[in-house]
Nanobody
Framework: QVQLVESGGGLVQPGGSLSLSCAAS????????MGWYRQAPGKQRELVAT??????IYANSVKGRFTISKDNAKNTVYLQMNNLKPEDMAVYYC?????????WGQGTQVTVSS
């Protein structure tokens, strides 16, 4: 049973920063894709950022503000979020594509409010 455990969400003021982490219970294979999605109330889940074999992909809305990184030794992916905006407020979900299967974390709330 693959588990993804997220941490790091919380409340931050606009312009502030938060760092999310997601630890996988399995080793990250060379062809694993890890990433972050988010879902705001009343909206569809959307891609935030993914990382695969050293290549990072970002949603246009977060480019230049968010950075995704991965530590294979710790089976962990990170999302550093800077200059947060109210529109970044959502539940953030960790995602892992490993082999032929997709896995999701339980989600962590990010609230951006003054």
């Amino acid at each position: 049973q693959v588990q993804l455990v997220e941490s790091g969400g919380g409340l931050v003021q606009p312009g502030g920063s938060l760092s999310l982490s997601c630890a996988a219970s399995v080793s990250l294979l060379s062809n694993s894709v890890m990433g972050w999605y988010r879902q705001a109330p009343g909206k569809q889940r959307e891609l935030v950022a993914t990382i695969f074999s050293g290549e990072m992909i970002y949603a246009n809305s977060v480019k230049g503000r968010f950075t995704i990184s991965k530590d294979n030794a710790k089976n962990t992916v990170y999302l550093q979020m800077n200059n947060l905006k109210p529109e970044d407020m959502a539940v953030y979900y960790c995602y892992l594509h490993r082999g032929n299967s997709d896995y999701w974390g339980q989600g962590t709330q990010v609230t951006v409010s003054s």
